[in-house]
């Protein structure tokens, strides 16, 4: 049987998965935080001290697996909770001085994979692939949103 182009590109999606997996577990700098780890410190380091809610809104997964995740980042150290200076009874999770060192030092670490990888590629073409990245990030956003939105209605 012939793969067509979506074979090809879900193949080819999933060995990029493991690749980097692999190239993640093998790096004892990119090892210190798996994905989920990098993400939420990501988005605290980028838009500052949030609750649960909205970053499992931001994240589109339910608030139960991110209190796990948010769990696991405080118990290390890289996180804290605060009091949400609007609403006392709601605590906020920002960044630990020791998890900004770690998420800046995992960040280069990754950095340096990437143009590793990619050293070989013109610039253009690594620019070509940074904007079908974004395309492709945003049509799964775009599209996970219409699915949860069509669950809701069915409700």
Known sequence: MEKDTFDNIQSAISEL???IEFARRKDEKI???DRSAFRLLTELEES???GINDLADK???DNSTVSRQAAALVSKGYIRRI???KDGRISLL???PIGHEIFHEVRIARKELYRDLLANWP???CKQFEEYLIRLNKSIT???QQRVANEKDKH
């Open 31 to 33: 090892g210190q935080l």
């Open 83 to 85: 009091p949400d200076p």
């Open 48 to 50: 500052g001290p949030m």
């Open 123 to 125: 610039e253009n073409d």
């Open 59 to 61: 994240f589109q997964l």
């Open 142 to 144: 775009d599209l996970v």
């Open 17 to 19: 998965v493991l690749h």
């Open 94 to 96: 920002e960044v630990t």
